[in-house]
């Protein structure tokens, strides 16, 4: 066993530069450059009212770097629930603030997700689809958003890798997300994640970002 899990760490790390190199990879050759380049920084505050409730409060800022201009911001509060010590499901109200050719405008964004995780060796797995609802300026939209997650949590910094995908009700998928990132201190993390919107034509966005979540 001592040798199957020193193993599965090699292969774990090579996984990770491996990766590191395919995103690095993607960044240079989409004519990314630093007026391509935003900046997500987000907290969240979690009170458990029971050992297996939590109310959460959360406030993300997204930036752009290039003049550093606000662009969007978020304010969410929800509830998640823990059944087992692998099933968590949680209900949110996100409300959206945005920059566009009209000024700002607002948007309400609730939903539902849970969150299913497995440990294998030293590698954590992680499965959450969500289920979001749109709606902002008379318009409504209904789309899942689906993501895996895989945390190296043996290796200093507990690396992880994860990739996100935004599919409407009706229509082909519209968003996905691949991030790197790791977790220099307990509650924070430090990440790059790049986006690709299918739209008439793909674009793309390079994001570099940092998360801290405390609990009361």
């Known amino acids: 066993m001592f040798l199957t899990t020193n193993r599965m760490k090699s292969v774990a790390l090579r ?3 491996g990766t590191m190199f395919f995103a690095a990879l993607i960044f240079f050759t989409t004519d990314a450059n630093a007026d391509d380049l935003d900046l997500r920084v987000s907290g969240e505050v979690q009170y458990k009212y029971t050992p ?17 201009e606000l ?7 929800g509830v998640y629930y823990r059944l087992t010590n692998w099933f968590t499901t949680g209900s949110v109200y996100r409300m959206v603030f945005a920059v566009t050719d009209e000024g700002w405008v607002l948007e309400h964004r609730p939903y539902v ?3 299913v995780t497995a440990r294998l060796f030293s590698l954590d797995l992680v499965w959450r689809p969500r289920v979001e609802y749109r709606l902002g300026s008379g318009e409504s939209s209904l ?5 895996v997650k895989v945390k190296f949590k043996t290796i200093p910094g507990k690396p ?3 990739d996100e995908i935004f599919i409407p009700m009706e229509g082909p998928i519209e968003r996905n997300r691949v991030f790197l990132g790791f977790s220099p201190l307990p509650g924070l ?10 739209d008439e034509t793909t674009e793309y966005k390079n994001i ?3 998360d801290y979540k405390f609990s009361l």
Do not use: P, W
Request: proline share 0%.
């Open 113 to 115: 997700d849970l969150s």
């Open 143 to 147: 789309r899942v958003r689906k993501k």
């Open 189 to 198: 993390t430090t990440f790059y994640l790049l986006e690709v919107d299918f």
């Open 52 to 68: 297996n409730s939590a109310l959460i409060l959360g406030q993300e800022h997204r930036l752009h770097l290039r003049d550093v």
């Open 208 to 210: 570099i970002g940092l």
């Open 160 to 162: 992880f890798i994860a």
């Open 71 to 77: 662009h969007e911001t978020f304010t969410s509060l």
């Open 15 to 17: 996984v990770l530069v």
